[in-house]
Structure formats: C-alpha cells, structure tokens
C-alpha cells in the first residue's frame, strides 16, 4: 500500500541558514526489473483458453448456420474448428489487448507486473472466464494509477469496436420460425450493440432476430467484460479510475454501488455471479482503495477527459440484463 512520505518540520526562526540545514528527502520510486518468470504457464493457459474458446465458437457458429431451426447442420471437425476461431481469435484479441493496455502502462511507469494469465473453462458459451494480470507492487502515484486503470479498458474497446462492426456485417436477419422448440436465450443489447445493429439492419421487423455471427457475439462478450470491469468499486478497474479523480469519496461510490449490483441480481439472475464475486472481493480486500502517497493531488483536465470517456464507455457497454431466456418466441 502506497503511504505518504514524511517531511520535517522547519522552523525557520533562529534556524541556521538554508544551506546548512537538512535537504528534504523524498523515497526514490523504485526501479523496474523484469522477473525472470517460466514462460510455460503463460502458454500453457493460453493454448488452452485457444482451444476452449475454440470450442464454444464451433457451439456458436452451428448455432449460426443453423439460424434458429430445429435442423441441426452437419458439419466436419475440421470446418467447425475453422470457424470457431472466428469467435476465439475474436475474443482473444478484445481480452489480451484489455489486459495488455494494463501490462505495458505498468511497464511505462515501473510497476512489476506479471504477463497477462488467460482462463480456460470449458463452457459451450464463452469458453473462458477472461484474463488478469498480477500488479505485485504498489502504485507509484495517482497518476500512475489513474494511466493502468484505464489503459485496459480502453485498449479493449478499441478493439471490440471494429469486432463489432465487421461481425453484424457478417450476421443475418432472420424470421423465428413459430414452431421452432430449441432453447432460446435473449441477449442483453447495450447501446452500442444497439446502434451497430441498427446502421447495419435498420429497423427490425417483429418477429425476425439478428442471426448473430460467431465475431459479433465475440464483441458482445467483449462489451459486457468492459463493463464490468468499469464498475466503480474496490480494486476494479473502474474502482482505480473513481479513486484516483474523488480520492477517499469513492469508497462512498462503492457503497453505493453494491445495493444497485443487488438490485441488477433481481432484474436479471446473470448477475448474481459477478455481485458474489464483487461482495466477496470487498470481503477480503475492504472497501477502501489502497491510498497513494499523492492522494490529494488533483489530475489534469486531460485525464479527467479520459475519466469522462470511460464512463462513456461504461454506459455504452452496459446492459442491465445480459443472458436471460427469451420470454417470447418469435418477438424480435
């Protein structure tokens, strides 16, 4: 934890000349050296969460073909592992380059950090539960904070932006059968998923969906994990950002934040996961942000810019029910 350094007390009355007294001294910034850490965990996750997420974009991509019918399409191994790579290297690119924003803004400012760790799980969904980097020092200073905070995300939705685009152009509009009997789940649209659907559709016909590309549900996926991860509370990424511009007030911002994620868990049950995760990482690391020596420093008005773009960010990824089953069938 950051701590603020110390400075003596001078009286200058009666107080021997300026030159003679004690120079002031301030705690040098200790100096970056790369770990020497084995490669062969980072490749390791890696080349599984590659085949994972391989494997639910094969899941996505017959979901695709099939565009909302009971006929299931027969295809090979060999294409339906082609294809999947289309949602795999999607997501990958939108999760790695979050985490790598962090990764190369600690290297910028000396913090030791670790390569980004990626998380297989075999899920027919997402494949994966995203990926972390280990920050193993304190933050030098707000400004340092504020830099690797907000890398990530905006490094990320850089990324799932274009994603975005080029998979609805890849989607198709199609009509719900009104027999159709397989499972169907209705997919939270933050803004602007809503504003790429509509430059590519326009608008939408009841009874006809957007038959989404394996790339566009990468980018979907892409926008949901940029969201949460800007959440204003404890050590998140959106929890660095609010204490860096508020200071001590944005533990009142966690706070408040915790009953709205309480309330999100009974508008839509898929966020009752990241609500226990949240409230138990507050648990253990408490509500309040690690101070840094320079608490009370205010940011430039180029940060607080930035500051503005991630709650833009926030709001334009956002969606207050994500996953939920579709309540009716054939209902764009």
């Known amino acids: 934890m950051g701590s603020r350094p110390e400075f003596p007390d001078i009286d200058f009355s009666g107080s021997p000349p300026i030159s003679e007294q004690p120079p002031v001294v301030i705690p040098p910034t200790p100096s970056y050296r790369l770990r020497r850490e084995p490669l062969w965990r980072y490749i390791v996750l890696f080349a599984l969460t590659i085949l994972t997420t391989t494997q639910a974009g094969g899941m996505h991509y017959i979901s695709f073909t099939s565009g909302f019918s009971d006929n299931i399409p027969r295809i090979p191994l060999t294409s339906l592992f082609i294809h999947g790579l289309w949602y795999s290297l999607s997501i990958l690119a939108i999760l790695g380059c979050h985490e790598l924003g962090h990764y190369f803004a600690c290297r910028y400012y000396s913090v030791d950090a670790s390569r980004p760790y990626f998380l297989p799980v075999p899920l027919p969904f997402t494949g994966t539960l995203g990926a972390f980097i280990r920050i193993r020092q304190p933050f030098p200073g ?155 420093a205010p940011l430039d008005s180029s940060r607080l810019w930035l500051a503005a773009f991630a709650v833009l960010m926030f709001v334009l990824c956002f969606t207050p029910a994500p996953i939920q089953p579709a309540a009716i069938i054939g209902r764009h």
């Open 142 to 296: 707000k400004r340092a904070l504020f830099d690797i905070g907000i890398a990530g995300p905006i490094a990320g939705f850089l990324v799932a932006v274009p994603l975005l685009l080029i998979g609805m152009q890849m989607s198709t509009v199609v009509k719900i059968p009104a027999d159709f009997r397989g499972d169907l789940i209705e997919l939270g649209e933050p803004l602007l998923f809503k504003a790429a659907e509509w430059l590519t559709f326009g608008n939408i016909a009841d009874g006809y969906s957007v038959n989404m590309h394996p790339m566009a549900f990468a980018a979907w996926f892409g926008m949901l994990a940029t969201a949460l991860n800007l959440f204003p509370i404890g050590q998140l990424d959106g929890g660095h950002i609010s204490y860096a511009v508020l200071g001590r007030r944005s533990t009142a911002v966690t706070m408040v934040m915790i009953p709205c994620l309480i309330g999100l868990s009974f508008v839509s049950t898929s966020w009752i996961v990241w609500t226990v995760l949240t409230v138990g990482m507050l648990l253990v690391f408490g509500p309040r942000h690690p101070r840094v020596f320079d608490e009370d």
